[in-house]
C-alpha cells in the first residue's frame, strides 16, 4: 500500500512565524504535489514537482514555497504565515509515466491542520 | 474561472436508493477523470476513475458515466450505503506526464439510514 505521511495532524503558528509542513510518501512516486482545502472551495493546487529538485507553481502559489531535495520528500515552506493561511493542507504523489495504471491516481496524506493566530 | 464544476453542494439520500452525484467541465483538454472520498479528518481516498476514450468505468457498487459532448460526468452509487457518507471530488487531468489534476469543490453526501 501506498503510505503518504505528514509531520503534523495539527499545528498552530504565530503570524509572522516561518512554517515548514513536511510530506514523506514511500512508493518511489515521481510526481508530488501540495493542495490546501477550504470550505466552499475544495481543493486547489499550491505546488507541485515531478522531479527532484524540480516544481511548478499551481493555482495559488503566492505567500508559499517549495523544496525537493529527495524524492521521496516533499516540503511547503509558509515564509511569513498569516491568518488567511489558516486551511487544512494536503500533500499527495502520484507514480508518474514509469508504468502501473493509473498514471493521474493521486494517493493523499492525511492532512494538517494549520491554524494561524 | 472554474473548470471542473460540481454545482450543487449537498445530496441526501435513503439508504438503498441511488445517489447521482454531478461534476461539469469547461476544458475541451481534459482527458480523465477521476472521483475522491473524504472522510473528515482525512484525506482524500480514491475511488474510480475513467478515460476519455470509454462513456463508462464500474467498479463495484460505484459506475462513473461520462458524457463528452456535454462535458458532464456522473458518479452514481447503487445501493447507497450509510458508509458512503462523506465529501466527492470530482476531478479531471489535461496532463498525462504530469498528473496535474484540477478538482471541483465537492458534494457532501448523507445517506440516511
Known amino acids: 500500500d501506498v503510505k503518504v505521511t505528514q509531520s503534523s495532524r495539527y499545528l498552530v503558528k504565530r503570524t509572522g512565524e516561518k512554517v515548514f509542513l513536511e510530506c514523506v510518501q514511500d512508493?518511489?512516486?515521481?510526481?508530488m504535489f501540495w493542495y490546501r482545502q477550504d470550505p466552499g472551495l475544495g481543493l486547489r493546487l499550491i505546488y507541485f514537482?515531478?522531479?527532484?529538485?524540480?516544481?511548478e507553481k499551481g493555482d495559488i502559489p503566492e505567500g508559499y514555497s517549495v523544496s525537493r531535495e529527495k524524492k521521496e520528500r516533499f516540503s511547503l515552506i509558509l515564509e511569513s504565515a498569516s491568518t488567511n493561511q489558516t486551511s487544512m493542507y494536503l500533500c499527495?504523489?502520484?507514480?508518474?509515466?514509469?508504468?502501473?495504471?493509473?498514471?493521474?491516481?493521486?494517493?493523499f496524506g492525511p492532512g494538517t491542520r494549520l491554524t494561524v493566530t | 474561472d472554474q473548470q471542473v464544476k460540481q454545482n450543487s453542494p449537498s445530496l441526501s439520500v435513503q439508504e438503498g436508493r441511488i445517489s447521482i452525484l454531478n461534476c461539469d467541465y469547461t476544458?475541451?483538454?481534459?482527458?480523465?477523470f477521476l472521483w475522491y472520498k473524504k472522510y473528515p479528518a482525512e484525506g482524500p481516498t480514491f475511488l474510480i476513475s475513467?478515460?476519455?476514450?470509454?462513456d463508462k468505468n464500474e467498479d463495484g457498487r460505484f459506475t462513473v458515466f461520462l458524457n463528452k459532448s456535454a462535458k458532464h460526468l456522473s458518479l452514481h452509487i447503487v445501493p447507497s450505503q450509510p458508509g458512503d457518507s462523506a465529501v466527492y471530488f470530482c476531478?479531471?487531468?489535461?496532463?498525462?506526464?504530469?498528473?496535474?489534476?484540477?478538482f471541483g469543490k465537492g458534494i457532501t453526501l448523507s445517506v440516511r439510514p
Open positions: 499527495a504523489s502520484s507514480l508518474g509515466t514509469s508504468g502501473g495504471a493509473p498514471l493521474n491516481e493521486q494517493y
Open positions: 512508493m518511489d512516486h515521481e510526481n
Open positions: 514537482s515531478y522531479d527532484v529538485k524540480m516544481k
Open positions: 476544458n475541451s483538454m481534459f482527458d480523465y
Open positions: 475513467i478515460s476519455s476514450i470509454k
Open positions: 476531478a479531471a487531468s489535461a496532463d498525462l506526464f504530469l498528473g496535474k489534476l484540477t
